[in-house]
């Protein structure tokens, strides 16, 4: 079964922070990558940050460096977003991603079902 399902999620205020985990079955065998994405009200879904599997190299949009951080736990077969210094233009549905590496999301090939996020000024 591959399953990828997003956690952490929820409401906090401007400059604040969340921590959002996504817990991966199977879905990272074979995925060079796994990455977040996230999809503000009324526009298209943008890539995030994205991970080696191994662990290494994290990429990360212009829009979050320096504030967002991505991690994996092997053990755990888990991969966190650490969202820091959090800004209203940060609320969206962020999604959990394995497959290919980058930040297009036709690059990955599974996907989880979404947390929302929402941050007030």
């Not at 503000?40 to 290494?56: H, L, Q």
């Amino acid at each position: 079964q591959v399953l990828l399902v997003e956690s952490g999620g929820g409401s906090a205020q401007a400059g604040g922070s969340l921590r959002l985990s996504c817990a991966a079955s199977g879905a990272t065998y074979g995925s060079a990558c796994m990455a977040w994405f996230r999809q503000p009200p009324g526009k298209e879904r943008e890539g995030v940050a994205a991970i080696y599997t191994r662990g290494d190299a994290p990429g990360y949009a212009d829009s979050v460096k320096g504030r967002f951080t991505i991690s994996i736990d092997k053990a755990k077969n888990t991969v966190y977003l650490q969202m820091n210094s959090l800004q209203p233009e940060d609320t969206a549905m962020y999604y959990c991603a394995a497959g290919d590496c980058g930040l297009s999301q036709r690059g990955y090939h599974y996907w989880g079902q979404g947390t929302q996020v929402t941050v007030s000024s």
